[in-house]
């Protein structure tokens, strides 16, 4: 063998020698994971318990860390800028990895640069749910009293981008209807004024609302899934209600930040699937109001991908901007 490439062979297998016990030994503590929203609403329900079974199957602890605000851009650009080892990780869902680009002025990260998306795991829908007070009953009822008073009926969301929000612009757009926006900073706080009539409606995610209709709180009338939940199976769907072809459904999974080594990638998402076939955990997600979705890191990206063109094109056509 030449020289050079006894060197090279010697320096290949150095690297090898010394980088098999760090990727061995991973994970080793506890491992950070990045919530972009407030505590109680649907992101940090589900990631908690994910993170619970992650926990038990990798032998760590799953910390979550709550960072609200700027439309999950804070937590997200956290991620961002923290080591790309493994142990800092985040919750990247529709508004982070696919809305925030067609309806923010300055995303301040690049979803295929800054970020590695490691795993899609859930996919959840909301409920159409209105103030107990409003004389409506049904999604026709809600589109006629909006007729009658343009402009008048406040709808709630738990950001800008959310689905909460931008589902009810494709409804408008859909219906020919003019309602105000009203975001508020957590989906909680949300649905606390929508119970007290600050605002009269809102769609927001089913483990949020699901509990609140089902109590009376608020009344339901339809869910913005293709087809009717195995959860709430009286609840008509949007489309069928009343606007056909009307579909809205939440996503998101786990994400770190660029330039993770690959084995550390593939080791997270050999736990994740392994965690979404968890019997228990797939039931907390359905009493949650929502599916496990598992999707491997390229099937991850390339649904970033499409939906960023799907939602492009949505906000453009209903005008939806940032309130």
Not at 73 to 102: E, K, Q
Request: hydrophobic content about 45%.
């Amino acid at each position: 063998m030449r020289p050079r490439a006894l060197l090279c062979t010697l320096v290949l297998a150095a690297v090898a020698v010394v980088s098999m016990p760090v990727l061995a030994a991973y994970p080793d503590k506890a491992i950070r994971l990045i919530v972009p929203s407030a505590p109680g609403g649907a992101p940090d329900a589900l990631m908690r318990a994910l993170g619970a079974q992650l926990s038990q199957q990798m032998g760590v602890p799953i910390v979550i860390d709550n960072k609200p605000g700027g439309s999950y851009t804070i937590g997200t650009m956290d991620l961002v800028h923290s080591a790309p080892d493994g142990y800092t990780l985040a919750y990247g869902n529709i508004v982070s990895l696919a809305t925030n680009r067609s309806l923010l002025p300055n995303v301040p990260y690049d979803v295929e640069k800054d970020l590695t998306l490691v795993a899609n795991t859930l996919r959840l829908s909301n409920l159409l749910i209105v103030n107990n007070d409003l004389p409506v009953k049904s999604v026709p009822e809600l589109i006629a009293y909006a007729k009658k008073n343009p402009g008048k009926l406040a709808f709630a969301s738990d950001g800008n981008g959310t689905t909460a929000h931008l589902g009810v612009e494709l409804f408008k757009s859909m219906t020919g209807t003019d309602m105000l926006h009203v975001p508020y900073k957590a989906a909680t706080a949300a649905i606390t004024d929508l119970i007290g009539g600050g605002v009269q409606f809102m769609m927001v995610n089913t483990p949020v609302s699901g509990p609140q209709a089902q109590a009376g709180k608020v009344r339901a009338l339809g869910i913005s899934s293709r087809q009717r939940s195995p959860t709430y199976p009286d609840i008509p769907t949007i489309a069928e209600a009343g606007v056909p072809g009307f579909e809205v459904e939440a996503w998101g999974g786990i994400i770190g930040p660029a330039r993770m080594p690959r084995e550390v990638v593939e080791r997270l998402n050999a736990e994740i699937r392994t965690a979404l076939a968890n019997p228990a955990l797939r039931e907390r997600f359905r009493l949650l109001g929502a599916e496990t979705d598992f999707g491997t890191s390229e099937q991850f990206l390339a649904l970033s991908r499409r939906e960023t063109l799907k939602w492009a094109r949505i906000i453009k056509d209903s005008g939806a901007k940032i309130d």
